[in-house]
């Protein structure tokens, strides 16, 4: 992932989150489920949040859900 987020940065290419609940809440069994929840109980803070934070920290655009 960081190699992702470091090769758009080099290009100057900008990324926008639209609905990043949706791993969780509309395509549910995703791949990422269990990680999100693993953060979440590590962190005590809801799927949802994991999920707006992480779109928030790694994009330059807007976070649209």
Known sequence: MLRLV???KKHDI???AW???????RAPGGPVDPVVKRIAKD????G???LIAWAARYTDGGVVT
């Open 6 to 8: 470091e090769f758009q």
């Open 14 to 16: 900008k990324v926008q």
């Open 19 to 25: 609905a990043p609940l949706a791993p969780i809440w």
């Open 43 to 46: 962190k005590g803070v809801t």
């Open 48 to 50: 949802s949040q994991v």
